[in-house]
């Protein structure tokens, strides 16, 4: 499937999901629906290699923003979604373990709906993280599509919900801006009858101790992962909420380093208007 035919399907669904509502406390309900989307996320990895079944593991299990994004309802209703920088496709594979959780009755009460995405077309870089992607998520029923492309010279379809974790800073500042204006007109050819959101994890330059440290892991990582190590483009919080702001996005930052020595926000950013 090529990215402008990702599919309009099933009736409208109320845009029932407020931006970056406050996630409800953990119980023990929440706890085990939690394990068991972890559990199954990873699950499509395991034959996939020891690498990526560990990496998914590991990154689903202690990065908090997998679980904030589904207690607090950030990824919307009914989307078509598209990931840029998707690695190896976790968030598909996430998405797919929701779905099959909320058919199952298991979807925890306490939690807002699950956001039963409609499509999933990640976009990524590195071609050994795109071959894991498919690999792993070839049988979802989500039928998630993978494009091994540079995100500066994607073609952004038109979509619901665009997910951008921790990749923007490894493009420059010209290109984070002119790819955000895309990622927004991309949006508002999406339905306007569901929330038409952006979900971008950054680190807050501002903040330089905890954005140090997370340059640091970033690079261990990219390193580990068998790739060599980019030169990267921060900007203080600030600055990435007025450059959202003046693309017309109406933006909440949700802070995303609890537990952690980082400086990572999670901006949820709406648009409305048509294109
Ligand atoms: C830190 S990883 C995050 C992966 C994924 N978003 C996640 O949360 O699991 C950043 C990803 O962005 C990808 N990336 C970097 N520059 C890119 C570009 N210009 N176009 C597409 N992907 C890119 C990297 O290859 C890497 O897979």
Known sequence: MKPNDLPLARPAVPPDTPAARNAPAASAATDAAWRELH??????YRGVGRFAWHF????????PVFRGLLER????RGARVVDLGCGQGLMASLLQACADLAAAGRWPHAWPAPPAAEAYH?????????????????????A?????IDMRQAVLPPCELVVILDSLHYIDHAAQQALL???RDALLQGRPERPRRLVLR???????????ASQWVDRAVTLVRGHRVPPTWGRPLAAWVALLGELGFTVHSVPMSQGTP???VLLVADVVGVA
Do not use: H, Q, W, Y
Not at 73 to 76: A, E, K, Q
Not at 202 to 212: H, N, P, Q, S, T
């Open 144 to 148: 998630p599509t993978f494009e091994c």
């Open 181 to 183: 204006t895309r990622v």
């Open 262 to 264: 980082f400086a990572n």
């Open 122 to 142: 990640g976009i990524e870089l590195m071609p050994r993280d795109c071959e894991r992607a498919r690999a792993a998520t070839a049988t979802l029923a989500l």
């Open 56 to 63: 998914a593991r590991g990154k689903l299990g202690r990065d």
């Open 39 to 44: 559990t199954a996320a990873s699950a499509p």
């Open 73 to 76: 309802g950030d990824l919307g």
């Open 202 to 212: 950054i680190g807050d330059a501002a903040a330089k101790r905890g954005f140090a």
